[in-house]
């Protein structure tokens, strides 16, 4: 089944206490990209990724990381949480030449 | 640079009505439009989109949008509202790729929450 693939789900943590979320796809698409959605300012794109070790900054990119050293994989981090970044966090893959993104079913995080 | 704005954060229809969606988008170059769906506790999925082709979009679910560049709008509309079609609502815009967009930079409105009464 093709699917994108977020871990964890849920996750409190505390500021400063660094963190990786990861997403993994089998669909051998070429794009991959983070966003987090808030409420009252839907989702906003936080990295971006258009193919193995090429990756650029989305509108929100500030307290994050991102590495894309094998094409399936685009992990998330961040390397000093604060309470700012608490957020629901979606990783998403498209084949490049299409907008049809693949979405994960989100990673909820809460910094305290 | 491109935008996105969805009119009305909260929308409400009785079962049976017309959904009506309203997305206006900002975009210096001929754009790609689409309009996404997200389920509660779930990621969102496509449901129709448009790359220059026909202005009339067909999704999923019954789901339908006109692209009026004139009025630089894609409005969502289903003409007889179901309980499942009560989620959230996303209008993107990104750039084709002939004009050196980057493919999978979507820029998103900031939603429109569907709710249908019984």
């Known amino acids: 089944e093709a699917q994108v693939t977020q871990n964890p789900r849920y996750l409190i943590t505390v500021t400063g206490k660094k963190l990786t979320v990861t997403c993994s796809q089998n669909m051998n698409h070429e794009y991959m990209s983070w966003y987090r959605q808030d409420p009252g300012l839907g989702l906003r794109q936080i990295y971006y990724s258009m193919n193995v070790e090429v990756t650029d900054k989305g509108d929100v990119p500030e307290g994050y990381k991102v590495s894309r050293k094998e094409k399936r994989n685009f992990p998330l981090i961040l390397e000093s949480p604060s309470p700012n970044q608490t957020s629901l966090y979606f990783c998403?893959?498209?084949?490049?030449?299409?907008?049809?993104?693949?979405f994960g079913e989100g990673s909820r995080l809460t910094v305290l | 640079a491109q935008s996105v704005t969805q009119l009305g954060s909260h929308v409400s229809v009785s079962e049976g009505a017309l959904v009506l969606l309203r997305c206006n988008y900002s975009?210096?170059?001929?754009?790609?439009l689409f309009w996404y769906v997200q389920y509660p506790n779930q990621g969102l999925q496509l449901l129709l989109k448009?790359?220059?082709?026909?202005?009339l979009v067909k999704g999923i679910n019954g789901f339908e949008a006109e692209f009026k560049k004139s009025e630089t709008s894609f409005h969502l509309t289903k003409p007889s509202a179901h309980m499942s079609d009560a989620a959230e609502y996303f209008c993107a815009v990104s750039e084709p790729p002939n004009y050196g967009g980057s493919q999978g930079n979507l820029i998103f409105g900031k939603g429109t929450k569907l709710s249908v009464k019984p």
């Open positions: 448009y790359t220059s082709a026909a202005t």
């Open positions: 975009s210096s170059v001929p754009p790609y």
């Open positions: 998403a893959s498209n084949r490049a030449n299409t907008g049809e993104l693949f």
